[in-house]
Structures are given as structure tokens and as C-alpha cells.
Nanobody, 123 residues
Framework: QVQLEETGGGSVQAGGSLRLSCAASRFNFNTYSMAWFRQAPGKEREGVASISGYGRTTYADSVKGRFTITRDVAKKTLALQMDSLSPEDTAAYYC?????????????????WGQGTQVTVSE
């Protein structure tokens, strides 16, 4: 059973930075595509960034230039560096994984999910 566990959420003022991590276990990290999603209260879950098994990255327009997705294959860790945060980035952030060759920002494309970590950005 694939397991994903997010850490690194918290509260920060607008303009600040946070780094989220997702520890993955029980799957071949190289063959899975992974992604970060977020969901704000009353809103649908949206894809933020993805990285394919080949390392190709995709970003939502709303975070391009501010967020960076990376992975450490040896440590089986996915990360999301978030800079220039704004209150609109406030949400629960989720790590997702699926055995697929290409990354995706569509939640239905992912079978495995972490429990989420809260990010709150204040003015």
C-alpha cells in the first residue's frame, strides 16, 4: 500500500515562504508521477504542480514563478517550495501519486493521496 505523508505546513505572512515535504513509501519512486494539490474552504481541489517519473514539471498558472516542485529520488521525498505567498494561497495542501508516465494537474488522475497539511497566509 502506497503511503504519502505531508509535512511543513503552517502560518506565514503575505510575501513569505514555506516549504512542504511529502515522504513517500512502498512504491517505486522513479515510475510514479506525483503532484501537489490544494483545497480552500468552499472551493474545489485544484492542481498546483506536478512532476512526472521523468522529472518533467507542470505548474498551475496561479503559482508559476512562485512555487517550485522537486523530488529527491534517493530519499523518496517530494517537495514544494512556495515563495511570495499571498492570502489566496491559503488552503489545505495534498501530495498525490499515481503510476502514470506523465504528470497531471487533474485530481482524478491520481490514486494515492496524503492526509494534507494546512497552509495559512495572512495579510
Amino acid at each position: 500500500q502506497v503511503q504519502l505523508e505531508e509535512t511543513g505546513g503552517g502560518s506565514v505572512q503575505a510575501g513569505g515562504s514555506l516549504r512542504l515535504s511529502c515522504a513517500a513509501s512502498r512504491f517505486n519512486f522513479n515510475t510514479y508521477s506525483m503532484a501537489w494539490f490544494r483545497q480552500a474552504p468552499g472551493k474545489e481541489r485544484e492542481g498546483v504542480a506536478s512532476i512526472s517519473g521523468y522529472g518533467r514539471t507542470t505548474y498551475a498558472d496561479s503559482v508559476k514563478g512562485r512555487f517550485t516542485i522537486t523530488r529527491d529520488v534517493a530519499k523518496k521525498t517530494l517537495a514544494l517550495q512556495m515563495d511570495s505567498l499571498s492570502p489566496e494561497d491559503t488552503a489545505a495542501y495534498y501530495c498525490a501519486a499515481d503510476l502514470r508516465p506523465y504528470g497531471s494537474l487533474t485530481s482524478l488522475d491520481y490514486k494515492y493521496w496524503g492526509q494534507g497539511t494546512q497552509v495559512t497566509v495572512s495579510e
